[in-house]
């Protein structure tokens, strides 16, 4: 069973074993992700981790006002394919809502199938392409973005009679 669990600081240490297989040229620095940790009112990082404990994946996200960006999401190799990335995404997802975000979008590389598959059938549609956004400006990025259905009105209304019903 795989768990998420929020992000700390011992676990940066056994994420950066994997931080350049997985990004490469866009790898983070662990300083970089103690900053991102620092920064608890606007992000959220989460990881994932096996029955051991044993670091999986990992994955972050930044809300500002209605507007959520996935800044990172992971899964160490042997673990891929058995559905944590998709796991990670949609609690990161679903905390961009709490937050009271409306839209989230995040940047990818065109050629990277597997994470545009994961994206899309989480609902996030390509939105537009950022020029130049890797590899010192000669690359692009596609930006894809979902929005979040607010809850139903129905929904809504009957919690809002439920209240209003005399006593
Ligand atoms: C992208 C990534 C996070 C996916 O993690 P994962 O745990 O393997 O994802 P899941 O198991 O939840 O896969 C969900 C779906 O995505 C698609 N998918 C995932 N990996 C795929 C691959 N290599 N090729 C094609 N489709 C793939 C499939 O549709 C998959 O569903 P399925 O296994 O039922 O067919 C992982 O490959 C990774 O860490 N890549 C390197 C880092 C990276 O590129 N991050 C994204 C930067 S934008």
């Not at 990992?58 to 507007?67: C, F, H, I, Q």
């Not at 994961?118 to 000669?138: K, P, Q, S, T, V």
């Amino acid at each position: 069973m795989t768990s998420i669990v929020a992000m700390a600081g011992r676990h940066v240490h056994e994420l950066m074993r994997f931080e350049q297989e997985l990004f490469g040229a866009e790898a983070w620095s662990a300083d970089a992700y103690r900053d991102e940790l620092a920064d608890q009112r606007h992000r959220r990082y989460v990881v994932a981790v096996d029955d051991e404990g044993t670091l999986v994946g990992w994955a972050g996200v930044r809300v500002l006002a209605d507007e959520g960006e996935i800044l990172t999401i992971g899964v160490v190799p042997a673990a891929r394919r058995a559905g944590i990335g998709t796991l990670l995404l949609t609690t990161l997802v679903e905390e961009a809502g709490r937050r009271g975000a409306r839209h989230v979008y995040l940047e990818v590389r065109p050629d990277n199938a597997a994470a545009l598959r994961l994206y899309e059938r989480e609902g996030f549609l390509a939105a537009g392409i950022r020029r130049g956004y890797y590899d010192n400006g000669r690359t692009d990025a596609v930006i894809m973005a979902r929005s979040l259905t607010p809850a139903p009105p129905s929904m809504v209304d009957a919690v809002r009679s439920d209240a209003e019903v005399p006593e």
